[in-house]
């Protein structure tokens, strides 16, 4: 069976080293890099399948690293920062981070984040069936491919975050049914429901965005007040 590497990118190297104790300890095999350009590196020339991120480091920030990454890997990102600001970490998750976790944390906490995300991720990664109805969705002009994980809307390629298409498909593979915030945490992020409703919130405001729902009278995403989302396929 392989062994899941997992990077952990920070300068303060008694935090790196005690998150690689705690995660050796799972059984995972640990990388570390003290800045963002030897993240980048680490990333490009081994196999990583997750990446541990401090959003202040030398060379390149945090923010910049998952930019880059993102053009090219898939891999769960849960930022690890002493920002604690609602910006600093929408921002984060808008640029296509898993998870944010503040410091001060516990290594208990961050190693149950790194499992529910890496189950996560395995999960969405396993071979289909050859023959699923609901691999493709079409709906006036919006296509969305749970195979390819792709969103087309009028012809045109939409670029959504892991998190963004899981709810995206979510609501559109059950037209009109209403689902609350915390069934939606649950179901796309696969963790018991804590402090997720902002989560939330964020990740469908942005994805309206991207469905361009400001420039359509009849919007793709309903809200229910006092509910939940709906999707008006």
């Known amino acids: 069976m392989k062994t899941i590497s997992i990077l952990i990118a920070d300068d303060e190297e008694e935090i790196a080293d005690l998150l690689a104790i705690h995660l050796e300890k799972e059984g995972y095999s640990v990388a570390k890099a003290a800045d963002g350009q030897e993240a980048i590196h680490i990333v490009e020339t081994q196999p990583i399948d997750l990446l541990i991120l401090d959003i202040m480091m030398p060379k ?3 923010y910049e ?9 898939n891999m769960p990102i849960i930022f ?6 609602d910006f600093d970490k929408v ?10 976790i503040t410091k001060p944390f516990t290594p208990i906490e961050l190693v149950a984040r790194v499992n529910a995300q890496l189950r996560r991720f395995m999960k969405l990664n396993q071979p289909r069936p050859a023959v699923d109805p609901k691999t493709r969705l079409d709906y006036r002009g919006l296509v969305i491919s749970l195979e390819q994980r792709t969103v087309i809307l009028y012809g045109e390629n939409i670029e959504l975050t892991p998190k ?3 709810i995206l498909y979510l609501l559109a593979s059950h037209p009109k049914k209403v689902f609350s915030v915390e069934n939606i945490f649950k179901q796309v992020w ?12 964020v990740h469908i405001r942005t994805l309206r965005k991207k469905l361009e729902e400001d420039k359509r009278k009849d919007k793709w995403i309903k809200t229910v007040w006092g509910v939940g989302y709906a999707f008006n396929g």
């Open 91 to 100: 921002h984060g998750l808008v640029i296509g981070a898993d998870d944010y």
């Open 65 to 73: 690293v998952t930019r880059r990454i993102r053009e090219t890997h």
């Open 164 to 166: 963004e298409f899981d």
């Open 80 to 85: 690890l920062s002493a920002k604690t600001s």
């Open 60 to 62: 390149m920030d945090g």
């Open 190 to 201: 696969e963790e018991a429901y804590f402090e997720g409703a902002n989560t939330v919130m």
